[in-house]
């Protein structure tokens, strides 16, 4: 991708990214949902990104991504819940590669409708509160697949760290 057609998103977030103090080399996941997770995987699948930054993760919750070319030296993570319409908007499964793990769950229709009593909805099979529910089920799994992931993944979700919250704009 030329610097000509990149988006706002992604050169505010080279910025970001830059400005936080990541430097070549260091290893970085990028995590999304909805949307946010089209962002992630589209900043891990630009060479011109990538020559940048070293991404060694992409996580995505309720994310289309199917059609997007991820790297083999990128681990994915993909959450996807049946009944959510959203990830399949690509009109594809995501592939069968070594480097990507999707997993499909159903949203815990418990959780959904604690407070309606119905059956629950595209709508809440896509919010982020159910991926997050989903995610602590992952977080237990067994799953060897899963398990070859966390490895990626693990060193990002522990340890100290430091939060800094960035406004884009312009």
Do not use: C
């Not at 992630?40 to 991504?65: M, N």
């Amino acid at each position: 991708m030329t610097q000509e057609q990149q988006t706002a998103l992604q050169r505010q977030v080279a910025k970001a990214m830059s400005a936080a103090g990541i430097q070549p080399g260091d290893p970085v996941m990028l995590t999304g949902h909805s949307q946010g997770g089209i962002a992630a995987a589209s900043f891990a699948a630009d060479p011109a990104f990538l020559e940048r930054f070293t991404v060694t993760a992409v996580v995505t919750g309720g994310s289309p991504i199917a059609r997007i070319d991820i790297p083999d030296s990128v681990s994915v993570l993909s959450v996807e819940h049946t009944q959510d319409p959203v990830p399949m908007l690509d009109g594809r499964d995501n592939p069968a590669k070594s480097n990507w793990v999707t997993v499909k769950a159903e949203a815990d229709a418990q959780a959904i409708t604690r407070s309606t009593q119905q059956a629950p909805t595209p709508a809440d099979a896509h919010s982020t509160v159910r991926y997050e529910d989903t995610g602590e089920l992952i977080d237990s799994s067994s799953d060897p697949n899963v398990a070859g992931l966390r490895t990626t993944i693990d060193p990002f979700l522990h340890g100290e760290g430091t939060v800094t919250r960035w406004q884009i704009s312009g």
